[in-house]
């Protein structure tokens, strides 16, 4: 192998050169010889030493970098399985177990588990700088953040890398939550000067633009983020989705989710979660089939997705179905943890707030007030966890608790631009100051406030439901969603947006397509209810996009079931749909889930 590197100044002259020819038998060794001879060649008087610790495995090396690149695009699932599988290739490769563990604490594992891959990067490789800006992420995603020791670590590690990207934008949310608002500002804009392109920090700098008030400029930062090539991100699509959502756009919003959509047909990158933001989309337009349908898809496709977990809470939650939502976080988290004790912080949070708006005041109580300071909680998890806890201690008499919680403070309480609305009006009303709250209600309508299918049923407003007000403005917002709906299907129908989309998938190369599901016989009665589903909440479009539709299924699964093939395809083709067709074909039996009412 020959390796021809070269240095040119700043003009483009070329003043060194030189060519490596070396057998291909340690790829590393001949990385690191190149790197110092760089280095001597710019500065002859540095002393060079190669690294301590280097991979040993090329499949491990492989799988580091893949990892890597899916940390930094925030795939956190896909991450954490690309860097076990190099850590389990090379188990003395530090840099894997770095990476692992901020995988980890971004919500792939956890906090438990992200703290001993901490520990082992930092035992086999002392003084890692990713290991220990891991280490700074930890402190704040722990049961009790503690932001003033994770801000100490951060400083410390930017000292040796001011470039780091990552550590810069924790430390940002660390002062932020210490109420340094002016300092956390100053450091997202160096982190964005740095890396202009960065997912995360695009959405984050989209959202302060936003909230300022800047549609404008928030769109342009997510759209130079998606006309990158190298983006195989989702986030800069949440964030102009947000936005639309915040206005009250849901046309918008659903338009952004059939682009990523498209997006993820040509490419097959990250999928399922182009799934979930039309879930998201029609969840607010109030379309229930579709969004069991995109939900449906997802969880066949990708079973194992913390996403699609994630995402069959909120839509459990959104149809006010909170008890089955509380039911379907702890068996996730039991699963994806190990122990729900172990789960993140925010996460623990969730359980709190489903179990206050369950009615399990007590239990709601125990848990949000097992997490600490709550209301130094960031994002919008903090804002929903604060004002559960304060209703559960109102429900069961002790108002003394609810009533500091619900004091409100700029910057800690309300500051997530499409929670700031809704939670400004609710904790009026929590707070049992009626007239203010309708007052609030009515502003926020006003400024684009559409979340009526998802929050319609939230509990919390009780005092209210009868007041005619309040009905009022319910209907108003309800009227304007169900337009929106209708001038969505007008502008392109579901029926042809979704074969086109199937069509696309079809088509991908079969060495890009996911992993397919191995066939059981619990395998064959659960496809048999997913298709029972599906069809009746396909019974709308035409006989042959649901024979489309299923067919794909049948060819994704390779499912062996010839008679039922058959069946299924005479059934499509009908025009008809009944409860007796479809218990033709499923021979699941009264216990489908599918024919329950």
């Known amino acids: 192998m020959r390796v021809s590197t070269q240095l040119l100044d700043e003009n ?16 590393f060794a001949i990385q690191s010889e190149i790197a110092v001879a760089v280095a001597e060649a710019v500065v002859p008087e540095i002393t060079t030493r190669t690294p301590k610790l280097l991979p040993t495995n090329l499949d491990a090396y492989d799988h580091y970098l893949r990892g890597r690149d899916l940390v930094y695009q925030r795939q956190v ?7 076990e599988r190099a850590t389990e290739l090379d188990p003395q490769f530090a840099p894997a177990y770095a990476e692992l563990a901020i995988a980890g604490a971004l919500g792939a594992m956890s906090i438990e588990s992200a703290r001993e891959a901490v520990d082992t990067a930092l035992t086999l490789q002392p003084g890692l700088l990713r290991a220990l800006a891991a280490r700074g992420l930890i402190l704040q995603d722990q049961h009790s953040p503690d932001w003033s020791a994770s801000g100490a670590v951060l400083r410390r590690v930017l000292v040796q890398d001011p470039n780091m990207t990552d550590a810069i934008m924790w430390l940002a949310a660390s002062l932020r939550n210490q109420g340094f608002d002016e300092d956390a500002d100053e450091l997202t804009a160096r982190a964005l000067r740095i890396d202009p392109l960065h997912p995360t920090l695009s959405r984050i700098a989209a959202q302060n633009a936003a909230e300022r008030g800047e549609d404008q400029r928030a769109i342009a930062i997510a759209r130079r983020v998606i006309e990158s090539p190298e983006n195989g991100s989702f986030y800069p699509y949440v964030s102009l989705f947000e936005l639309h959502w915040a206005r009250g756009r849901l046309v918008d919003a659903a338009r952004v989710a059939r682009e990523w959509t498209d997006k993820s047909a ?33 969880r066949r496709e990708f079973p194992e997705s913390w996403w699609t977990d994630f995402f069959e809470v909120f839509s459990l939650r959104w149809q006010g179905r909170y008890r089955a939502a509380l039911s379907a976080a702890e068996a996730h988290f039991r699963q994806r943890f190990g122990k729900e004790d172990e789960a993140p912080v925010h996460r623990l949070a969730m359980l709190g707030v489903l179990e206050a708006l369950a009615g399990d005041h007590s239990a709601a109580i125990e848990r949000l007030s097992s997490l600490g300071d709550v ?56 707070r049992g100051e009626d007239e203010q709250a309708l007052d609030r209600l009515e502003a926020i309508i006003e400024s684009g406030w559409r979340t009526y299918y998802v929050q319609h049923h939230d509990p919390r407003w009780g005092a209210l439901r009868n007041d005619p007000r309040f009905q009022a403005l319910m209907e108003k917002v309800k009227a304007d969603v169900d337009r929106q709906r209708a001038e969505l ?13 199937m069509t696309a998938f079809q088509r991908q190369p079969k060495a890009q397509t996911r992993r397919r599901g191995r066939w059981t016989p619990a395998g064959e009665r659960s496809f048999q209810c997913s298709i029972c589903r599906l069809v ?39 025009p008809s749909v009944n409860s007796a067709s479809v218990s033709r074909v499923c021979r699941t039996g009264s216990a489908c889930a599918s024919r329950r009412p």
């Open 12 to 27: 483009g002259v070329q003043v060194w050169s030189r060519n490596f020819d070396r057998r291909l038998t340690d790829i």
């Open 77 to 83: 699932g896909a991450a954490a399985e690309a860097l």
């Open 266 to 298: 040509r490419t097959d990158t990250f999928v399922n979660t182009c799934y979930c933001l039309l879930v998201w989309a029609h969840s607010l337009l109030g379309d229930r089939a579709l969004t069991e349908y995109w939900f449906e898809r997802s």
């Open 375 to 430: 209301q130094g909680m960031s994002g919008p998890g903090g804002v929903d966890a604060v004002q559960a806890l304060a209703w559960a201690y109102a429900k069961t008499g002790q108002a003394d608790r609810s009533e500091p919680l619900l004091l409100e403070r700029q910057g800690t309480l309300f500051f997530h631009m499409h929670d700031v609305p809704y939670g400004y009006a609710l904790n009026a009303a929590l």
């Open 489 to 501: 299907e007008a502008m392109e129908p579901h029926e042809a947006f979704a074969a086109r989309s």
């Open 536 to 574: 009746r909440d396909f019974s709308l479009v035409s006989p042959k996009a649901r024979f489309s539709v299923v067919k794909w299924y049948f060819n994704r699964w390779q499912v062996p079931m010839p008679s039922m093939r058959a069946a299924m395809a005479q059934y499509l083709k009908s």
